[in-house]
């Protein structure tokens, strides 16, 4: 408490702080093991995969799954027009109203 604080400020604080100290003393030692539990407790999560900005930026590596994926999409062959206007007339667009191609 600094000289500026109010005496009634000052008496909140430290009740505050006397309130903080019992519940700590009332609180269970822990040990080491119960603050994280073991893998025998619950399923470990896996890494997230990286998505294809973080490679582009640099910030992962191209796992061989989405190498393997890219050159899939490379060496298939382009769409033809026919196509191309099938799938926009199948899709109803943002209001998912196929009479309103997008």
């Known amino acids: 408490?600094?000289?500026?604080?109010?005496?009634?400020?000052?008496s909140i604080n430290e009740l505050v702080d006397e309130q903080l100290?019992?519940?700590?003393?009332?609180l269970p030692?822990?040990?080491?093991?119960?603050?994280?539990p073991s893998p025998m407790d619950h399923d470990?999560?896996?890494a997230p995969?990286?998505?294809?900005?973080?490679?582009?930026?640099?910030?992962?590596?191209?796992?061989?799954?989405?190498?393997?994926?890219l050159t899939a999409l490379q060496d298939a062959p382009p769409l033809s027009e026919e196509e191309l206007a099938r799938q926009?007339?199948?899709d109803g667009g943002a209001d998912n109203d196929?009479?309103?191609?997008?």
Do not use: F, I, K, Y
Not at 21 to 26: N, V
Not at 29 to 36: Q, S
Not at 49 to 69: I, R
């Open 1 to 10: 408490m600094n000289a500026n604080t109010p005496p009634l400020q000052s």
């Open 21 to 26: 100290e019992l519940a700590a003393s009332r």
């Open 29 to 36: 030692a822990l040990t080491p093991g119960a603050l994280h």
């Open 44 to 46: 470990e999560r896996s």
């Open 49 to 69: 995969h990286a998505s294809l900005e973080d490679v582009l930026l640099g910030n992962a590596q191209a796992s061989t799954e989405m190498l393997e994926e």
């Open 88 to 90: 926009a007339l199948a």
């Open 98 to 102: 196929p009479s309103t191609p997008e």
